[in-house]
């Protein structure tokens, strides 16, 4: 009974994430990379869930792709922002940072 | 019989709190959750992945930091930790002391069927959230999701009744059975409790939970 009066709004907008990243995952090319780049912006710039934050995981994901794209420089912002954040991501984070620095 | 009938209502509110049914949860306040790679034990090698992916983001929408699967990933397939099995009972220290993970889920694909022409994927998994501090089950659950993929069109009759047929057929062998995946996922976590960044964070102790064992028919 209490349940069914808890909040049902989100605690974050995810745009079409899931469905971006299981293409990018199945098929490696630049347009679905693009794709997905652009959900990530989406997700990042234009939060609309009840926290009004950022989701979890989603800087770190998104400086990691620009890493990946040759965009060092941004991504590691990126990576640095999680941590900001999202203080209980800092081991991990720190160990990507390190990886993708060497 | 009429004894039954006035019985049953109070048996259907005699069931646990999420309190009861989930202490440790609520003890240990977990705050982030490392998902492991899914056990399957079916033949429908395809499973793990829809599992894998499916569940970062029902987990996050409970209120927990979940490690991003993309990127763990990458860290498991070089690290030897691809293979959840070694771990499901084993020591988890690791998880604490390379991501600093306070929990580990894992996730058992036991069954996985789909019948073309009524539209269910059937699903039977279970899942384990345990502590990488103590070692302990924090959160469990075990049982069978049948997924409606059907396909219902909105003319009657005959025709409308052949139509509805095909389409299902249609729609169950071109699933996306990530959608149903999720739609499993979001039912057996349905009782998972909140974690620290959902309002819902230990107020909803003293919720009803659900059954540790279900059978259950999602849309």
Not at chain 1, 76 to 92: D, G, N, W
Not at chain 2, 109 to 134: A, D, H, M, P, Q
Request: hydrophobic residues 35%; glycine residues 6%.
């Amino acid at each position: 009974m209490l349940a069914s009066c808890s909040s049902t709004k989100p605690l974050y907008s995810w745009y079409n994430y899931e469905r971006a990243t299981y293409q990018y995952s199945k098929k490696n090319t630049e347009e679905l990379q693009l794709k997905l780049l652009k959900e990530y912006e989406r997700i990042i710039h234009h939060q609309k869930g009840s926290r009004g934050m950022v989701p979890p995981g989603m800087y770190a994901e998104y400086g990691y792709l620009l890493c990946k794209m040759g965009n060092p420089t941004e991504g590691l912002l990126f990576l640095k922002e999680e941590i900001k954040a999202y203080p209980e991501s800092e081991q991990y984070i720190s160990r990507i940072i390190k990886q993708l620095e060497q | 019989m009429l004894l039954f009938c006035a019985l049953l209502p109070f048996s259907a509110y005699a069931q646990n709190t999420r309190g009861e049914q989930y202490p440790e949860m609520y003890n240990e306040k977990p705050t982030s959750i490392v998902v492991m790679p899914s056990i399957n034990t079916t033949n429908f090698v395809e499973a793990k992945e829809y599992f894998y992916t499916t569940l970062y983001q029902p987990l996050v929408e409970k209120g927990y930091y979940v490690f991003s699967p993309y990127l763990t990933m990458e860290m498991f397939q070089t690290e030897s930790a691809y293979d959840s099995e070694r771990f499901l009972d084993g020591d988890l220290s690791q998880f604490r002391h390379v991501l600093g993970a306070d929990a580990v889920m894992f996730t058992i694909i036991k069954t996985w069927s789909r019948n073309s022409l009524s539209g269910y994927l059937t699903v039977g998994v279970e899942f384990i959230l345990r502590s990488t501090l103590t070692g302990k089950t924090l959160y469990s659950r075990e049982g069978t999701v049948s997924v409606n993929t059907s396909v219902q069109s909105t003319g009657g009759g005959l025709f409308g009744a052949l139509v509805d047929l095909a389409a299902t057929a249609i729609s169950t062998a071109t699933t996306d059975k990530i959608v149903a995946g999720r739609k499993c996922t979001a039912y057996v976590l349905s009782d998972f409790p909140a974690g620290r960044y959902s309002p819902e964070f230990e107020k909803d102790k003293e919720y009803k939970a659900k059954e540790n064992h279900f059978k259950e028919t999602v849309r």
